[in-house]
């Protein structure tokens, strides 16, 4: 296993997470997602465990608080040998202050999630969306106070914009609260928007990024091009996060034959694509089976040349957005270099 400094912390986590959203749900809509028991989930967390795994992702909401319950079972005694974190906004109940990320709903929640846990500490506990009526200081103020009550150890954020979470950070920063450490989000070769804005916002605040979905629902996975449209699979039945199905067949063509080049299947490929990317701090694998988490822990013995990597990019490039495509027009500071627009203008527009 190959590990990574969780953004500028000095704490380090594996390059891959397991992440437990198919933990559970075996009665609700969870079930298109998992509704593994508890028995398959010790096997899963056992498996991940022994591959050096060290970092396990849920959330308060998954399955209704099962998968925490099950995620804390499963892991027992060895509980202290993991970086876990967990998430907290959605609604978990019908009363009007059972949802969001206000002081008094994280302070209920945290409670809540570190019972089912079966913990008294939550190693990284991160935001799960935008809470559109609360007002920012107030959460973050109630994440610095769980920090330094000793509940929390890290803090975090999933789903945000880069203003929004810059926004934060000069936030804490100006009033003294701990600081994000990470961000998790959607990204995969069937949607590289992060690349727009929050890469480079990362990148200049040292946040750490967490990849959730990284073979897009499984769109990914080899089963699915244009010559065998797969039957099965939990895309069929979930059709989330949504991706432009054309350009996934253009991307798992690709992928195939870098595939077969390694000896690797088109999943690991995908995974390790990412792996690749100096800005990813870990790949959350969301497996329903022994064989699925089997072949995902192997992406990080996949060693992608710069031939593969530039094919794959080629594939799934996203087209730059304003302003910076208008910033690379305008960054040629190269010395004794000197462009004039009408230059500028010919090799550009």
């Known amino acids: 296993m190959q590990y990574a400094q969780l953004g500028n912390t000095g704490t380090y986590v594996s390059r891959l997470c397991l992440g437990t959203m198919t933990f559970g749900g075996g009665n609700s809509a969870f079930s298109l997602v998992g509704g593994l028991t508890q028995a398959e989930a010790d096997r899963l967390v056992g498996m991940a465990l022994d591959a050096g795994v060290n970092f396990i992702d849920t959330a308060n909401i998954y399955a209704a608080g099962e998968s925490e319950v099950i995620t804390g079972k499963a892991l027992g005694a060895k509980r202290k040998d993991v970086v876990l974190a967990t998430k907290a906004f959605g609604r978990m109940g019908t009363g009007a202050n059972e949802v969001g990320v206000s002081r008094l709903a994280l302070m209920q929640q945290v409670e809540a999630s570190l019972k089912r846990l079966g913990t ?41 914009a880069a203003w929004q979470i810059v926004k934060a950070l000069g936030i804490s920063e100006r009033r003294g609260f701990e600081k994000f ?49 797969a039957n099965d699979g939990r895309r069929t039945q979930f059709n989330f996060p949504p991706v432009d199905v054309e350009q996934v067949y253009d991307v798992v063509d690709v992928l195939k034959g870098i595939a077969a080049k390694h ?26 089976t022994e064989a699925q988490l089997k072949d995902n822990l192997g992406a990080v013995d996949v060693a992608l040349d710069k031939d593969d990597l530039a094919a794959i990019d080629a594939a799934s490039a996203v087209t730059p957005q304003y302003p910076a495509w208008m910033t690379g027009v305008q960054s040629d500071r190269a010395p004794g270099t000197v462009r004039d627009w009408s230059e500028i203008a010919r090799s550009t527009f």
């Open 120 to 160: 008294d500490y939550i190693d990284l506990y991160q935001i799960h969306g935008w809470d559109a009526v609360t007002p920012m200081e107030e959460s973050l103020r109630a994440l610095d106070d769980l920090v330094r009550q000793g509940k929390v150890r890290y803090i975090g954020v999933s789903n945000w």
């Open 181 to 229: 450490a990470t961000l998790q989000a959607y990204y995969s070769l069937a949607g590289r928007d992060l690349e727009h804005e929050i890469v480079p916002m990362l990148e200049d605040q040292k946040l750490g990024l967490m990849t959730w979905s990284p073979l897009a629902g499984g769109a990914l996975s080899g089963k699915f091009s244009r010559e065998t449209k």
């Open 263 to 288: 000896g690797v299947t088109v999943a690991q490929v995908a995974l390790g694509w990412q792996l690749h990317k100096p800005y990813v701090t870990t790949v959350i694998m969301g497996a329903k």
